[in-house]
C-alpha cells in the first residue's frame, strides 16, 4: 500500500478519536462552525460506476471532510489499486472535493462542487488519468426513500486523452422499519472517455451500469453492506463482469 493510503487513513484515525474524546473540548465553548468527518473501509472489490479499478480484488479506503455550518465543506477521498497487469494508473488513487450542499426549497436539498481525480503513480505514457470534474445533484425524500438524481461533466482535458465525459445517475434508498437494514440502488449511464463499451472495446458509445444492495449497522459507527454490479460492455473478467461486493466501513 502506497504512503499517500496509510496516510490518509492513519489522519482519519487520528481525527476520529480526537472528536470521540471530550477532553480535548471545553464544554463551555460555544458550538463550533466547523465539523470534521471520516471513515475507514474495506471492500472486496472496488468498483467505480461498475468496473474495478482494484482487479476484481480486496481494496482499503479511507476518506476525511471538513464542513462549514454554511454548508460549504472539502474533503479527500483515497482507495488502493490494482489493474492485472495494465497498472495504467498505478497503485492508488487520491481524490480531492470541495463544494457546498444545502436546501433549495423545503426538503429538496442540491449538492454542488467539483473533484479532482489524481493517480499518484500512474504509468500510462498518453493518459495521466488525473482530471477535474464538476458535478450537481438534487435529493428529496418520498415517503420513506430517500430519491437522488445528479450529473458529473468532465470538460475535454488531457487526463482523458484530450475528449470529455458525461455520467449521469439516479439514486434509491430506504430503511427497513424496525431493523438497522437499508436499501439501496443505483443506476447511471456514462457517455464519453470513461464510458464502459469504450474501455472494454465494445461496439456502441455510452453504457449503463448499475448496483442494488443492503447495508446493516452494526453499531453508532460500524457497518456492513453488499451490494450486486453490473455494467454494459463485454464483460471481462475481474474488470466489468457483473459482480457481489462487500463492504466493512468504521464511520468517526
Keep these: 500500500m502506497l504512503t499517500s493510503i496509510r496516510g490518509l487513513i492513519a489522519a482519519t484515525l487520528i481525527a476520529g478519536a480526537a472528536i470521540a474524546n471530550p477532553a480535548f473540548a471545553d464544554e463551555t465553548d460555544p458550538p463550533s462552525d466547523l465539523t470534521l468527518s471520516g471513515s475507514v473501509s474495506g471492500v472486496t472489490d472496488y468498483r467505480w460506476r461498475g468496473l474495478s479499478y482494484s482487479g476484481g480484488g480486496f481494496a482499503v479506503q479511507g476518506s476525511m ?22 497498472d495504467i494508473y498505478g ?3 487520491v481524490d ?14 442540491a449538492d454542488v462542487g467539483v473533484t479532482w481525480y489524481t493517480y499518484p503513480n500512474g504509468t500510462n505514457p498518453v493518459l495521466s488519468g488525473n482530471y477535474l470534474e464538476p458535478y450537481a445533484s438534487l435529493s428529496t425524500t418520498v415517503g420513506p426513500a ?37 436499501l439501496n440502488a443505483h443506476i447511471g449511464y456514462t457517455d464519453g472517455a470513461l464510458s464502459p463499451n469504450i474501455l472494454t472495446a465494445t461496439s456502441g458509445d ?6 442494488v444492495g443492503a447495508t446493516a449497522a452494526v453499531t453508532k459507527n ?19 463482469d457483473d459482480t457481489v461486493v462487500a463492504t466493512v466501513k468504521m464511520a468517526f
Design 91 to 93: 497503485s492508488s488513487e
Design 146 to 182: 430517500t430519491v437522488k438524481v445528479g450529473i458529473n461533466y468532465a470538460p475535454k482535458q488531457d487526463g482523458l486523452g484530450g475528449n470529455d465525459n458525461t455520467y449521469v445517475y439516479g439514486e434509491l434508498g430506504a430503511g427497513i422499519p424496525s431493523t438497522p437494514v437499508s
Design 65 to 86: 471532510q471538513v464542513n462549514h455550518s454554511s454548508g460549504f465543506y472539502l474533503g479527500a477521498w483515497g482507495s488502493s489499486l490494482e489493474q492485472d497487469g495494465l
Design 222 to 240: 460500524l457497518s456492513v453492506g453488499v451490494s450486486y454490479i453490473g455494467v454494459d460492455g463485454a464483460s471481462i473478467n475481474r474488470f466489468s
Design 206 to 211: 455510452g453504457g449503463w451500469d448499475y448496483a
Design 96 to 109: 480531492v472535493y470541495g463544494g457546498w450542499t444545502g436546501n433549495l426549497t423545503s426538503g429538496l436539498v
